[in-house]
């Protein structure tokens, strides 16, 4: 059974997971430290940022849920000799905490890019993400549809974020005629409400998201070509669960994942989760390559 941690790790923690504690018991990987006898289940840390939301927040009640979230939950359920413990960190942190073998799962939409597929083990994927253009109503970029429409307009970027990612490739390719990125530490219901009042152009971002964050404000949403993204950028559109290739039995870890997952996809429990929360979209993979660890 799932259990929430409560503790948060902030960005000033990155050191200390990066460099890992001088002690061989303090610096092993997260699930090696909980085995309490030969069939106890192994425990397997789960991160998340618990944003963006619907993917991942924190509820009214201040209750771990999601999209994200709730697939893993099941996936426990499901999976008798794991066991899979929530902790909420602030997004850098995520990372860090994988490499350094502190988390054994991060959940929070990741794309599942060849770069970090180099370092990390995936699930297969459980989204097919749709990406596009958050505007102000009326917005001249309503006709965009490549992100080469997009030069000398003003966005939002966060270090690190896939879409972020993609505008930087743009502009160290296009260096006459770059995208103005404003790197940002403002949540994304704060930009959103910037965009809404002028404060930049456009946001870059998924469909899913837009819908979560966009809610009586006034904007739209302009869906870009994904083939075209994938074209020009490499663009992953399918989000995974990332690994740490620390984790103990990683391979079978993620094997039993994967076989859990194509379950709730073939009962259609998948579809069911996004549809309750994504207002109705399905966001499921229809076309989804397995993975490639």
């Not at 902790?87 to 995520?94: I, W």
């Not at 995208?179 to 456009?202: H, N, P, R, W």
């Amino acid at each position: 059974m799932a259990r929430i941690a409560r503790t948060t790790l902030f960005v000033g923690a990155l050191a200390a997971l990066a460099m890992g504690a001088s002690g061989c018991a303090a610096s092993a990987p997260a699930a090696e430290a909980s085995g309490a006898g030969e069939n106890a289940p192994q425990t397997l840390l789960v991160a998340t940022g618990a944003s963006p939301k619907p993917f991942t927040f924190l509820d009214e009640n201040d209750e771990l849920t999601g999209y994200d979230i709730e697939i893993l939950k099941l996936v426990d359920e499901a999976l008798p000799d794991l066991e899979f413990e929530f902790q909420v960190a602030e997004f850098p942190a995520l990372f860090a905490g994988l490499d350094s073998g502190r988390f054994n799962i991060v959940a929070n939409n990741l794309s599942a890019t060849e770069e970090r597929r180099e370092k990390y083990a995936f699930s297969d994927p459980y989204i097919e993400a749709q990406f596009g253009l958050a505007l102000p109503a009326d917005s001249e970029l309503a006709q965009a549809t490549s992100i080469s429409d997009l030069a000398g307009k003003r966005t939002y970027g966060e270090p690190g974020l896939n879409f972020t990612k993609i505008l930087e490739a743009y502009n160290e390719a296009n260096p006459d005629t770059p995208i103005q990125i404003e790197y940002t530490e403002l949540d994304l219901q704060s930009q959103y409400k910037q965009l809404a009042t002028g404060g930049v152009d456009f946001i870059f971002n998924d469909k899913v998201v837009y819908t979560g964050y966009s809610a009586g404000l006034p904007l739209e949403f302009v869906q870009l070509d994904g083939a075209k993204l994938v074209e020009d950028f490499g663009t992953n559109l399918f989000s995974a669960y990332a690994i740490s290739k620390q984790t103990p039995d990683v391979d079978r870890v993620v094997e039993e994942i994967n076989g859990a997952l194509a379950d709730l996809a073939a009962d259609g429990t998948l579809t069911e989760l996004s549809e309750r929360f994504f207002d109705g979209l399905d966001v499921s993979p229809k076309t989804a390559p397995a993975s490639s660890n």
